[in-house]
Nanobody
Framework: VQLQASGGGLVQAGGSLRLSCAASGRRFTINTMGWYRQAPGRQRELVAD???????NYADSVKGRFTISRDNGKNTVYLQMNRLKPEDTAVYYC??????????????????WGQGTLVTVSS
């Protein structure tokens, strides 16, 4: 399963951005999907995640500003980021817990990662 993230960019503090991440592949289903971020010199941290039935979880630092959502028909997860702050500057990565099947019908469970998209918030 491949994940392709998009939507990063440069924005002023107080502005908004929307990230998207689409999963693709053959014969798969994807359960929890999420967004992580990694700022320079810091460890990668969870921003938000969402289960297939829509239950969400947010880091305290983004609660009330960011909203995660997904379109199961498109295997896509979104992150709407409002009231951005300079400390939100980071590379944002999407991930997903996938279950796929080989041509022989063997299941493969994996945690897949997108390539990362840079979000820069200027003060």
């Amino acid at each position: 399963v491949q994940l392709q993230a998009s939507g990063g960019g440069l924005v002023q503090a107080g502005g908004s951005l929307r990230l998207s991440c689409a999963a693709s592949g053959r014969r798969f289903t994807i359960n929890t999907m999420g967004w992580y971020r990694q700022a320079p010199g810091r460890q990668r941290e969870l921003v938000a995640d969402i289960t297939k039935d829509g239950r969400t979880n947010y880091a305290d630092s983004v609660k009330g500003r960011f909203t995660i959502s997904r379109d199961n028909g498109k295997n896509t997860v979104y992150l709407q980021m409002n009231r951005l702050k300079p400390e939100d500057t980071a590379v944002y990565y999407c991930n997903g817990d996938s279950l796929s099947w080989t041509d022989e019908g063997s299941p493969i469970a994996a945690r897949d990662w997108g390539q990362g998209t840079l979000v820069t918030v200027s003060s």
